[in-house]
């Protein structure tokens, strides 16, 4: 099956820094999302990319479906964006997700 | 209300015993999902439907049964519940058309087999 890796699986930062965070897939996928678990395990849909780049205020992500690979990017980190973050692909019908970052931002 | 959620949001059972968590949207959306999730493993497929009437396996589906009579509603059985089994268990949902492919999970289940 499709192999999803995450990097780097832990990641600390100090409130105010950015951080990349990347997610490689073994095969091309329809669809690419990212998804961050807050604290109190609460899975939040952050983008559905299967190509291209959004962005949302502090967050951002770009996808190369060419070269399969994603990244997410946070600018200005708050506490509040401790948690995982899971990047997620579906090469058919089903999503299937990576090992996770585990991102914890210090005050 | 709007949204997808699953009940219990806790449970407790013994081994041997049948168990159903239930998961509940209100979009209509035409896919659904059951994954669980458990420390050093992420979050795994269980089972998935397209559509009503429709089911496929995930990549462990063994000792779990599934059905969705209606489109709204998609249970989740364990048959005869193992320690194995004990796991925070996540419905999603999502739509069939590209403006709707974002998923949408609900709070999850923390199911414990003692």
């Known amino acids: 099956g499709i192999q999803v890796e995450q990097s780097p699986p832990d990641l600390i930062l100090q409130e105010g820094a950015n951080s990349t965070l990347r997610c490689n897939f073994s095969?091309?996928?329809?669809?690419l999302q990212w998804f961050h678990q807050n604290p109190w395990g609460q899975l939040i849909n952050l983008f559905y990319?299967?190509?291209g780049t959004k962005q949302n205020g502090r967050l951002s992500a770009t996808t190369v479906a060419t070269e399969r690979y994603s990244l997410l990017y946070i600018s200005s980190s708050q506490t509040t964006d401790s948690g995982v973050y899971f990047c997620?692909?579906?090469?058919?019908?089903?999503?299937?997700f990576g090992a996770g970052t585990r991102l914890t931002v210090k005050p | 209300d709007a949204g997808i959620t699953q009940s219990p949001r806790y449970k407790i059972t013994e081994t041997g015993r049948q168990v159903t968590l239930m998961c509940h949207q209100t979009?209509?959306?035409?896919?659904m999902f059951w994954y669980r999730q458990d420390l050093g493993h992420g979050l795994r497929l269980i089972y998935y439907?397209?559509?009503?009437?429709?089911?496929d396996k995930g990549e462990v589906p063994d000792g779990y049964v599934v059905s969705r009579s209606k489109t709204e509603n998609f249970p989740l059985t364990l048959e005869s519940a193992t320690r194995s089994q004990t796991s925070v268990y996540f419905c999603?949902?999502?739509?069939?058309?590209?403006?709707?492919?974002?998923?949408?999970f609900g709070s999850g289940t923390r199911l414990t087999v003692v």
């Open positions: 990319i299967p190509s």
């Open positions: 979009w209509s959306h035409s896919y």
């Open positions: 999603a949902s999502r739509g069939s058309d590209s403006a709707d492919y974002g998923y949408t």
């Open positions: 439907s397209a559509a009503a009437d429709i089911t």
């Open positions: 997620a692909v579906e090469p058919g019908d089903d999503m299937r």
């Open positions: 095969d091309s996928v329809n669809n």
